[in-house]
C-alpha cells in the first residue's frame, strides 16, 4: 500500500512558484522525504530529499511539517519544461527497509503558458 | 555530467521469444536495479543487483525474468519467453550507495505482438 498521498494532478501558471503536496502521516522516524519525477514516459528523475529539515538545492526546495507527516516540494519559478508527474517517495535509507523504491500514482503538474 | 543508457531504445518482439534489455550503468554506482511501466500505469520496482548477486526481487520477478551483469559495465535483464502482458518500458537505476539518490536510464520500450 502507497504510504504516500498526493493530489492527482495541479496546474500552475509559467513564472509562478508551483507547490506540490504530500502526505505522509504514517512516516517512521528512519524514514526520509524523496521527490523524483517523471517527464513524459522518460525514465524518473531525482528532485531532492530529506529527513526533518527544510532542503534547498538548484531544482527545488523540500519543506518537511515538524510533525513529518507531510511535505510541499517547491519549484520557484515554474517553466513549461516542469510539466511532469512529479512523485513523492518515503524510503529507509540503509539498515532495512525496502531496497527499491516503491512509486505511487504521483501529481500531474502542468505548467500553463 | 554521468548518466545510466539503454540499449535498445524500442524493441519489438513476438510472444515466445527471448529478449534482453541492456543497461550501462553509471561507473562507479555499486547498486542496479530494474523497474518497469505499463503504459497508464505506475513504475514497478522488479529487481535490484549488488556484489554480483540479486538483493531484492518483487513478486512481478518471476523465473522468467533474470539478470546479470556479464562483466565490469554491462547489466542485462533477459525475459526467457515474453508474453504480451511484458510490454512496457523498463528502466534501469544505478546509485553509488543506498544513502545516494538514484539515477535512471531512459527506459526500453518492449512491445510484445
Known amino acids: 500500500d502507497a504510504k504516500t498521498t498526493q493530489p492527482p494532478s495541479m496546474d500552475c501558471a509559467e513564472g509562478r512558484a508551483a507547490n506540490l503536496p504530500c502526505n505522509h502521516s504514517?512516516?517512521?522516524?528512519?524514514?526520509?522525504v524523496y521527490w523524483y519525477r517523471q517527464i513524459h514516459s522518460q525514465g524518473p528523475q531525482y528532485i531532492i530529499h530529506?529527513?526533518?529539515n527544510n532542503e534547498t538545492n538548484e531544482m527545488a526546495s523540500l519543506i518537511i511539517t515538524e510533525d513529518r507527516k507531510s511535505s510541499t516540494l517547491i519549484l520557484p519559478h515554474a517553466t513549461l519544461r516542469d510539466t511532469a508527474v512529479y512523485y513523492c517517495?518515503?524510503?529507509?535509507?540503509?539498515?532495512?527497509?525496502?531496497?527499491?523504491?516503491?512509486f505511487g500514482k504521483g501529481t500531474h503538474l502542468i505548467i500553463q503558458p | 555530467e554521468p548518466e545510466v543508457t539503454q540499449t535498445p531504445s524500442h524493441q519489438v518482439t513476438q510472444m515466445g521469444q527471448e529478449v534482453i534489455l541492456r543497461c550501462v550503468p553509471i561507473s562507479n554506482h555499486l547498486y542496479f536495479y530494474w523497474y518497469r511501466q505499463i503504459l497508464g500505469q505506475k513504475v514497478e520496482f522488479l529487481v535490484s543487483?549488488?556484489?554480483?548477486?540479486?538483493?531484492?526481487k518483487s513478486e512481478i520477478f518471476d523465473d522468467q525474468f533474470s539478470v546479470e551483469r556479464p562483466d565490469g559495465s554491462n547489466f542485462t535483464l533477459k525475459i526467457r519467453s515474453t508474453k504480451l502482458e511484458d510490454s512496457a518500458m523498463y528502466f534501469c537505476a544505478s546509485i553509488v550507495d543506498r544513502r545516494t539518490e538514484a539515477f535512471f536510464g531512459q527506459g526500453t520500450r518492449l512491445t510484445v505482438v
Open positions: 543487483f549488488y556484489n554480483n548477486e540479486i538483493s531484492e
Open positions: 504514517t512516516i517512521s522516524g528512519n524514514e526520509y
Open positions: 517517495i518515503v524510503r529507509v535509507l540503509s539498515g532495512g527497509g525496502a531496497d527499491g523504491l516503491t
Open positions: 530529506g529527513l526533518k
